[in-house]
């Protein structure tokens, strides 16, 4: 809805005559940022702005990131860089899944060219990793992606590693220029091209600070190329290996003693930090091991057991109560977590509100994990974090390795349920009135309908906010049109009118629709998500479509916006609200179901 931007030198800008400019309806200064409000046509204003002048596409400043301590700045980085890649490494695992059930059922020889091929599909996300790594960095740390990925390609190119190889065999040193180059294979590292690319960052600035503008385009990729080659396969490319196997040491020495001790601790708290999405700063270790010696017998397992206690969780609360909300909330939070691999319906829907199935996914999990980390499970891919990818834990090495990876899952799901049957949970809390009672309770009492008008149903389910709470002036001061909020459940978006989509905005966070009767309707979800790029967003319709009422538009990570401390409130405004007589809010309670009125529209 807005045109951001961060202005070099601040005094030239006009505020009085930006305002004048034919469709503008506002301005706004967050922080050092610039925005212009301009409505749902800001994505075109944007791309025709950039395409005139040159300009690529932007994301929120580096400096922003640098808010907290150091040890939090770090953790959100590292989450930041490996969050965009985990789709890749979920589909790796599980791939490797379906090819262990066609072997054993005797429907694909292991030696025949079609597993090679999808086998080599599934490692391809390994060998090609510093290359995957060096893209998300990049953007990370806003630097140029491309020749990040170039400087990645350097390490793992053939005829490097063909050097390296054949230095090794014959006893030899690789220099170059005169200085030592350490002899390692790049294949499947995570933290190497990491901190190259942090570096690169710096010097790309360095370097746009000190060559003359009538150099810096050509200069700028050479300098960066031919400086950082050197710095990534003698400074930080070894570096980041020592880190790497230093921490495969650490890992193998406190598994050697006490494994188990180190998984029931961690999974402690592993709620928290899947709450904040700091549980994604544990991948690197993941990769590391199985990059060294095949398989992980830590950060892996702690996923296994945290997601399928949620699933846990969210069956013994179907099976125990009688509350309707809840039961259709509990169905596919359960069939997420046991079969899905995906905890966040359950955690967030279920055991975070009534918190009592919260502190019983604890007790199944840790005890899971402290029995996975005695008898050594090991987790050989990505991506096992359900009931359907227990195949994937049999290994012709490791032939007990099944059978601890059953007793496992037992552990956490019978475990988990049984501490929910035993602790109880208040189910009231899915009840407008707190009564409890058996029959689902009206969300809203909705007011008498309006002759000759049409009506725009919730987006979605969860906390309503009226518009003038809303934390966005643009919003709240009806700036695009009559707006209400709603801070959503379980993330999920639907169409609230029968109509097309008009406008689905590049950084997803936006959808524009509009009506069969010519109603323009924005979702707009969270306040600045623009800055996320669209991190944590899917979206299942684009520019044209056809929707009806109630059809899913979209869906967003709540872990990712409470990683970035962005506001989550999805706001519905009908933009051309000065076409129709009166426009009410028919919503009296905060909260709201998917699906109800919530305005209704006079023409």
Same mark, same amino acid.
């Given at each position: 809805? @807005?045109?951001?931007?961060?202005?070099?030198?601040?005094?030239?800008?006009?505020?009085?005559?930006?305002?004048?400019?034919?469709?503008?309806?506002?301005?706004?200064?967050?922080?050092?940022?610039?925005?212009?409000?301009?409505?749902?046509?800001?994505?075109?204003?944007?791309?025709?702005?950039?395409?005139?002048?040159?300009?690529?596409?932007?994301?929120?400043?580096?400096?922003?990131?640098?808010? /907290?301590?150091?040890?939090?700045?770090?953790?959100?980085?590292?989450?930041? #860089?490996?969050?965009?890649?985990?789709?890749?490494?979920?589909? &790796?695992?599980?791939?490797?899944?379906?090819?262990?059930?066609?072997?054993?059922?005797?429907?694909?020889?292991?030696?025949?060219?079609?597993?090679?091929?999808?086998?080599?599909?599934?490692?391809?996300?390994? =060998?090609?990793?510093?290359?995957?790594?060096?893209?998300?960095? !990049?953007?990370?740390?806003? #630097?140029?992606?491309?020749?990040?990925?170039?400087?990645?390609?350097?390490?793992?190119?053939?005829?490097?590693?063909?050097?390296?190889?054949?230095?090794?065999?014959?006893?030899?040193?690789?220099?170059?220029?005169?200085?030592?180059?350490?002899?390692?294979?790049?294949?499947?590292?995570?933290?190497?091209?990491?901190?190259?690319?942090?570096?690169?960052?710096?010097?790309?600035?360095?370097?746009?600070?000190?060559?003359?503008?009538?150099?810096?385009?050509?200069?700028?990729?050479?300098?960066?190329?031919?400086?950082?080659?050197?710095?990534?396969?003698?400074?930080? $490319?070894?570096?980041?290996?020592?880190?790497?196997?230093?921490? !495969?040491?650490?890992?193998?020495?406190?598994?050697?003693?006490?494994?188990?001790?180190?998984?029931?601790?961690?999974?402690?708290?592993?709620?928290?930090?899947?709450?904040?999405?700091?549980?994604?700063?544990?991948?690197?270790?993941?990769?590391?091991?199985?990059?060294? *010696?095949?398989?992980?017998?830590?950060?892996?397992?702690?996923?296994?057991?945290?997601?399928?206690?949620?699933?846990?969780?969210?069956?013994?609360?179907?099976?125990?109560?009688?509350?309707?909300?809840?039961?259709?909330?509990?169905?596919?939070?359960?069939?997420?977590?046991?079969?899905?691999?995906? &905890?966040?319906?359950?955690?967030?829907? *279920?055991?975070?509100?009534?918190?009592?199935?919260?502190?019983?996914?604890?007790?199944?999990?840790?005890?899971?994990?402290?029995?996975?980390?005695?008898?050594?499970?090991?987790?050989?891919?990505?991506?096992?974090?359900?009931?359907? $990818?227990?195949?994937?834990?049999?290994?012709?090495?490791?032939?007990?390795?099944?059978?601890?990876?059953?007793?496992?899952?037992?552990?956490?799901?019978? /475990?988990?349920?049984?501490?929910?049957?035993?602790?109880? %949970? +208040?189910? &009231?809390?899915?009840?407008?009135?707190?009564?409890?009672?058996?029959?689902?309770?009206?969300? %809203?009492?909705?007011?008498?309908?309006?002759?000759?008008?049409?009506?725009?149903?919730?987006?979605?389910? /969860?906390?309503?906010?009226?518009?003038?709470? *809303?934390?966005?002036?643009?919003?709240?001061?009806?700036?695009?049109?009559?707006?209400?909020?709603?801070?959503?459940?379980?993330?999920?978006?639907?169409?609230?009118? +029968?109509?097309?989509?008009?406008?689905?905005?590049?950084?997803?966070?936006? *959808?524009?629709?509009?009506?069969?009767?010519?109603?323009?309707?924005?979702?707009?979800?969270?306040?600045? &998500?623009?800055?996320?790029?669209?991190?944590?967003?899917?979206?299942?319709?684009?520019?044209?479509?056809?929707?009806?009422? $109630?059809?899913?538009?979209?869906?967003?990570?709540?872990?990712?916006?409470?990683?970035?401390?962005?506001?989550?409130?999805?706001?519905?405004?009908? #933009?051309?609200?000065?076409? =129709?007589?009166?426009?009410?809010?028919?919503?009296?309670? +905060? @909260?709201?179901?998917? /699906? +109800?009125?919530? %305005?209704?529209?006079?023409?």
């Amino acid at each position: 809805t @807005r045109l951001r931007m961060y202005i070099k030198n601040p005094s030239k800008f006009n505020e009085e005559k930006m305002k004048k400019v034919p469709g503008v309806m506002g301005f706004q200064l967050s922080g050092e940022q610039y925005q212009v409000i301009v409505g749902p046509k800001a994505i075109h204003m944007c791309k025709e702005i950039q395409d005139g002048f040159g300009i690529a596409g932007g994301s929120r400043k580096a400096e922003a990131d640098k808010s /907290g301590n150091v040890v939090n700045r770090f953790l959100e980085t590292l989450s930041g #860089c490996i969050a965009p890649m985990v789709p890749a490494l979920a589909a &790796s695992g599980l791939i490797k899944v379906v090819l262990t059930i066609l072997t054993m059922t005797g429907l694909l020889s292991a030696d025949g060219q079609t597993y090679m091929l999808l086998n080599t599909a599934s490692d391809a996300v390994f =060998y090609f990793m510093p290359v995957i790594l060096a893209y998300t960095s !990049a953007k990370r740390f806003q #630097c140029n992606e491309v020749l990040a990925m170039m400087v990645a390609g350097l390490l793992l190119h053939p005829e490097f590693a063909g050097l390296v190889a054949a230095a090794q065999e014959n006893g030899t040193a690789i220099k170059f220029l005169g200085l030592p180059v350490t002899q390692t294979s790049y294949n499947g590292t995570v933290i190497p091209i990491i901190l190259t690319v942090w570096v690169m960052s710096y010097l790309e600035k360095a370097i746009d600070k000190f060559v003359p503008e009538t150099l810096i385009h050509f200069l700028r990729p050479l300098l960066i190329v031919f400086i950082m080659s050197p710095i990534a396969l003698i400074v930080t $490319g070894p570096i980041g290996v020592i880190i790497g196997e230093g921490l !495969a040491v650490v890992l193998t020495t406190i598994f050697a003693k006490a494994g188990w001790l180190a998984i029931g601790v961690t999974l402690l708290f592993t709620s928290f930090m899947c709450m904040t999405g700091m549980h994604l700063a544990l991948i690197p270790i993941a990769m590391t091991s199985i990059n060294t *010696i095949g398989y992980d017998e830590f950060t892996l397992v702690i996923f296994l057991c945290f997601t399928l206690s949620q699933g846990a969780a969210a069956l013994a609360v179907l099976l125990k109560t009688k509350n309707s909300k809840l039961r259709q909330l509990a169905v596919p939070a359960a069939i997420s977590g046991l079969f899905g691999g995906t &905890s966040e319906p359950a955690l967030y829907g *279920i055991s975070v509100r009534m918190k009592t199935p919260l502190y019983a996914t604890v007790i199944g999990s840790t005890a899971a994990g402290i029995y996975a980390g005695i008898v050594h499970l090991k987790v050989f891919s990505f991506g096992l974090f359900s009931l359907l $990818g227990l195949p994937g834990y049999v290994s012709a090495e490791y032939p007990s390795n099944f059978m601890h990876a059953v007793i496992t899952v037992a552990i956490t799901v019978f /475990g988990t349920m049984a501490s929910v049957w035993v602790l109880g %949970f +208040d189910d &009231s809390v899915y009840d407008e009135d707190g009564s409890g009672d058996e029959q689902e309770p009206e969300p %809203f009492l909705k007011k008498d309908a309006l002759a000759g008008g049409s009506e725009v149903v919730s987006v979605a389910t /969860g906390k309503v906010i009226s518009e003038e709470n *809303i934390k966005d002036n643009v919003f709240s001061t009806g700036t695009l049109g009559k707006a209400v909020g709603i801070v959503s459940d379980d993330g999920i978006c639907y169409a609230p009118i +029968d109509g097309e989509v008009a406008t689905v905005f590049q950084t997803k966070h936006a *959808i524009g629709l509009r009506s069969n009767d010519g109603m323009e309707v924005l979702i707009h979800v969270g306040i600045d &998500s623009v800055n996320l790029n669209g991190e944590g967003f899917e979206v299942y319709v684009q520019a044209g479509d056809k929707v009806k009422r $109630g059809q899913k538009l979209l869906t967003y990570n709540k872990n990712v916006f409470k990683t970035h401390e962005i506001d989550e409130t999805i706001v519905l405004v009908v #933009c051309n609200a000065n076409d =129709y007589r009166d426009i009410q809010a028919v919503y009296e309670n +905060d @909260r709201i179901q998917a /699906g +109800d009125v919530i %305005f209704e529209t006079v023409v």
